[in-house]
């Protein structure tokens, strides 16, 4: 059984920085594509970022804006999420996905990944 813990959420001011992490385990984490959506209350999942099981192609939302990167190690089973210039709008609950049924390149689609972590709160104050 695929698990995915996440951490690194928390508060931080406007212009902040976060490093969001999720570690896997239960499958060959290299194998398949990983993602970060985002849900804010009373919203539908959003796609964030999403990595190629080899690291060497990452896709972005286009509100990502360069603000953020999406790495992954696979030697340690971890996808991470690097967060800088922090903006209210981008509180929300953020959750990692693995799509085990793919194995080349990425979705932004939240109905192609299997398997979700329980997620980590981010808070941008004003």
């Known amino acids: 059984q695929v698990q995915l813990v996440e951490s690194g959420g928390g508060l931080v001011q406007t212009g902040g920085s976060l490093r969001l992490s999720c570690v896997a385990s239960?499958?060959?984490?290299?194998?398949?594509?990983m993602a970060w959506f985002r849900q804010a209350p009373g919203k539908e999942r959003e796609f964030v970022a999403a990595?190629?099981?080899?690291?060497?192609?990452?896709y972005y939302a286009d509100f990502v804006q360069g603000r953020f990167t999406i790495s992954r190690d696979n030697t340690k089973s971890t996808v991470y999420l690097e967060m800088n210039s922090l903006e209210p709008d981008d509180t929300a609950v953020y959750y990692c996905?693995?799509?085990?049924?793919?194995?080349?390149?990425?979705?932004?689609?939240?109905?192609?990944?299997?398997?979700w972590g329980q997620g980590t709160q981010v808070t941008v104050s004003s």
């Open positions: 996905g693995a799509d085990t049924d793919r194995v080349y390149g990425g979705s932004s689609d939240y109905r192609d990944y299997e398997y």
């Open positions: 239960g499958h060959t984490f290299s194998s398949n594509p």
């Open positions: 990595i190629s099981r080899s690291g060497g192609t990452t």
